[in-house]
Nanobody, 122 residues
Framework: QVQLVESGGGLVQAGGSLRLSCAAS????????MGWFRRAPGKEREIVAA????????YYADSVKGRFTISRDDSNNTVYLQMNSLKPEDTAVYYC???????????????WGQGTQVTVSS
């Protein structure tokens, strides 16, 4: 069972940056696709970005392309989400998740972190 712990959320002004981190509990983490999802108030959870286990393939939602960057450091079982040029509409709880397949489909992600709040003020 992979356990995931997110950190790095907080309050930032529009135009600012934050970096989220997600630490995985086991070495087999390197075999998983890692995804970042978010749930904004009153909205369904949506995928933000994903990175394949080899790191060679990444996916970004259109709303964050050019502003967010997903990366992973398999030497310390951690995946990151660098968020730049943040907008108030980026306000959400951000979740890290792991899937044994390379996919952006939420049901395929079997392991989830507890979430970290990101609030962007205007």
């Amino acid at each position: 069972q992979v356990q995931l712990v997110e950190s790095g959320g907080g309050l930032v002004q529009a135009g600012g940056s934050l970096r989220l981190s997600c630490a995985a509990s086991e070495r087999t983490y390197s075999r998983y696709t890692m995804g970042w999802f978010r749930r904004a108030p009153g909205k369904e959870r949506e995928i933000v970005a994903a990175i394949r286990w080899s790191g060679g393939y990444t996916y970004y939602a259109d709303s964050v392309k050019g502003r967010f960057t997903i990366s992973r450091d398999d030497s310390n079982n951690t995946v990151y989400l660098q968020m730049n040029s943040l907008k108030p509409e980026d306000t959400a709880v951000y979740y890290c998740a792991a899937s044994s397949r390379y996919t952006i489909e939420e049901p395929a992600y079997a392991h989830w972190g507890q979430g970290t709040q990101v609030t962007v003020s205007s």
